[in-house]
Every structure is written in structure tokens, then in C-alpha cells.
T-cell receptor, first 112, second 111 residues
């Protein structure tokens, strides 16, 4: 069974630039999550999709972050414009049930 | 407001001994808990879970204990192996698919 795929693995941008991350979840997993993990902290949920509908985006900074899930499968997370404090690892996860979430390798974003 | 706390940022244990990682929570509505292990440059991988209707769950070398009255859970690894060296996160959920993660504990198992 293929795992959760994410790209790119690393990205370096200047502040005020835009950036996009891509995630392909495990086949058949209806629930998809985007997390932000700042160094020294635990993952923080940004947005949760159930199929292609948003279930929870209460911690998504909507003035600069956006996300979509195309046809209930792949998802993209965009930041526009980026700030220095957006430097973090962005993790995508998917799940079939309420229990175990399967995480991708993450994208490490550095904003200069 | 940190609803899930892992107060020990790091822990060192000798190979073959027991590792005990602790997690405290404040929300009495949490009813399902997960433990994840994370190696550098990789995403977290699931270790073990426990529902609030249980006080113990065991899977091989890993056992999770839940004390609801104290709002405390712990992960025991016996015996500890060098490959267990990683950052461990606990996570909690209140009847939804949304999990709140702790800040993690870095475990180092010394050979």
C-alpha cells in the first residue's frame, strides 16, 4: 500500500512570495489533514477535509492560507503572501477511521 | 491554551531498560488518545492508541496507560532499543477526527 505523498520536500522562498504544497493521500482515505509543525512544537491542525468538503479550518490563517481538495483526492495548500513566521514543516495526513492518521514526509518551508 | 502537555522535552534511557513517556491533558471531553513516533526528516508514524473506556492497551514492547481521574497517560517501552530513539508525540481527540498534539519528548536510548 502506497503511503501519503507530498511535494516538494523542501522549499526556500523570500517573504511576501507565494508557495504551494501538494498532497496525495492513501487511496480510499476520505479524511485529509494539513498540519503545520514549527520547530520544537507538536503538529497543529490547519485544515481537515472529509472527501472534498471542509470539516474544520478554525486554525487556518485565511487571510494568507488557502487549501482545496480536488475531487476528494489530491489536495493543495497555498500561502500567499508568506511571512517569516510561516517557516515550518507542513505535514499532510489521511485517515480511514477516527483512529490512526497516516502522515506524509512533510515539506520543510524556509521563509527568508 | 495547551490542552495536551508533554512536560519532559527529553529523556535518556539505557538500552534494555524501560522508557516511560508522559502526557497530561486538561480537556475532560477527550476520549481517544494516540502515540506517534517521529524520526528526523520523516512524518510521524502511529504507534499505539487507547480509548477512554480502557485503562491499558498493549502492543508488543509498547504499552499505554490511561488514568482518567488524573488526566494523564503514559507510554512504556520495554525493553528499550537504540532504534527507539526518536521524538514521541501524544495526541488527543474529543469525539471527532480532530487531534490536539503535545509538544513531544525526545527519547535517546543509549547503547
Amino acid at each position: 500500500e502506497a503511503g501519503v505523498a507530498q511535494s516538494p520536500r523542501y522549499k526556500i522562498i523570500e517573504k511576501r512570495q507565494s508557495v504551494a504544497f501538494w498532497c496525495n493521500p492513501i487511496s480510499g482515505h476520505a479524511t485529509l489533514y494539513w498540519y503545520q509543525q514549527i520547530l520544537g512544537q507538536g503538529p497543529k491542525l490547519l485544515i481537515q477535509f472529509q472527501n472534498n468538503g471542509v470539516v474544520d479550518d478554525s486554525q487556518l490563517p485565511k487571510d494568507r492560507f488557502s487549501a482545496e481538495r480536488l475531487k476528494g483526492v489530491d489536495s493543495t495548500l497555498k500561502i500567499q503572501p508568506a511571512k517569516l513566521e510561516d517557516s515550518a514543516v507542513y505535514l499532510c495526513a489521511s485517515s480511514l477511521t477516527r483512529g490512526e492518521q497516516f502522515f506524509g514526509p512533510g515539506t520543510r518551508l524556509t521563509v527568508l | 491554551d495547551q490542552q495536551v502537555k508533554q512536560n519532559s522535552p527529553s529523556l535518556s534511557v539505557q538500552e534494555g531498560r524501560i522508557s516511560i513517556l508522559n502526557c497530561d491533558y486538561t480537556n475532560s471531553m477527550f476520549d481517544y488518545f494516540l502515540w506517534y513516533k517521529k524520526y528526523p526528516a520523516e512524518g510521524p508514524t502511529f504507534l499505539i492508541s487507547i480509548s477512554s473506556i480502557k485503562d491499558k492497551n498493549e502492543d508488543g514492547r509498547f504499552t499505554v496507560f490511561l488514568n482518567k481521574s488524573a488526566k494523564h497517560l503514559s507510554l512504556h517501552i520495554v525493553p528499550s532499543q537504540p532504534g527507539d530513539s526518536a521524538v514521541y508525540f501524544c495526541a488527543a481527540s474529543a469525539r471527532t477526527y480532530k487531534y490536539i498534539f503535545g509538544t513531544g519528548t525526545r527519547l535517546k536510548v543509549l547503547a
